[in-house]
């Protein structure tokens, strides 16, 4: 007897499958069908034709890289444009090379170097590449360059390096004198303030302006004193000058004395000098 067809939403009729307890006892069940396992394929390190090998920075022997050597560089920027040039100098500890390079402005790569200076189809110009040896590879080239000259050092004159030698040397000692050894940092203000405008020079934990008047601890007007010249402890007297009357000298040593207490005073009070410190 045949079975009609389904009609318009209504499921297919389907043979129910037998559930683990309704299957005859000896009857076996239908094994899942055997899918064949493929093994995946371990991966393999095939160079690709667009690879490129790992950049390798190598330095000719120290005994080659002498100043005025030929060299080609090849950077680890630009490992497709190597370049050559002239050793200036080559800097072991620090692993610096300074290199000088040659370009010709007819090169289409500076064209717009040699429009932008002005420079006519064919001349030279020069450049210098600072390089870190652990990032180029150098060899040492057996043609020099184009346009490239021998590197002529100029000539140093001794004499003038020896005067700049001794006058920075003075002026360190002049700096270093100005420093008080064992005095408080109120006589260092007050010292260095006085010196902007008259000349002072340290003697002991006192100090002298105009080599005639000393400013003696605690740095303040009543410690200003004048720089009496003396001889065998007795003070000397202008010759054929009456008894009690001032000589020019030590008339102009209590100007100075009165100019250098009204100083003291003025620097103090501006910089908050001999203040005793407020109480929070």
Not at 50 to 72: E, N
Not at 141 to 148: D, F, K, L, M, R
Request: aromatic share 4%.
């Amino acid at each position: 007897m045949s079975k009609k067809p389904p009609q318009i939403g209504q499921k297919a009729w389907a043979p129910k499958a037998a559930s683990p307890s309704q299957q005859q006892p000896g009857s076996a069940t239908p094994a899942a069908s055997p899918v064949a396992a493929t093994p995946s394929a371990s991966p393999v390190a095939t160079p690709s034709a667009g690879a490129v090998s790992p950049f390798v920075p190598s330095l000719p022997p120290v005994s080659q890289l002498q100043p005025g050597t030929v060299l080609r560089v090849t950077s680890a920027l630009a490992p497709s444009a190597p370049f050559e040039g002239v050793l200036v100098v080559y800097d072991a500890p620090a692993g610096l090379l300074l290199v000088e390079r040659c370009y010709d402005f007819a090169d289409e790569r500076n064209e717009h170097n040699r429009e932008s200076n002005g420079a006519a189809a064919g001349t030279g110009k020069k450049d210098y590449a600072l390089l870190n040896v652990q990032h180029v590879r150098v060899e040492v080239a057996t043609e020099a360059p184009a346009n490239s000259k021998p590197r002529v050092l100029p000539a140093l004159h001794k004499p003038s390096l020896d005067a700049k030698v001794a006058a920075g040397l003075h002026a360190r000692a002049e700096e270093r004198a100005c420093i008080g050894v064992g005095v408080s940092a109120e006589g260092q203000k007050l010292f260095d303030a006085i010196r902007k405008t008259t000349p002072c020079v340290w003697k002991g934990d006192s100090f002298v302006v105009l080599d005639c008047v000393r400013v003696a601890p605690p740095y303040n007007v009543a410690a200003c004193s004048i720089v009496t010249p003396q001889n065998n402890g007795a003070q000397q007297q202008a010759p054929n000058s009456p008894p009690g009357r001032k000589s020019g000298q030590q008339q102009q040593a209590e100007n100075m004395l009165m100019r250098v207490r009204k100083l003291v005073d003025e620097i103090s009070t501006k910089l908050k000098l001999h203040q005793p410190p407020t109480q929070q």
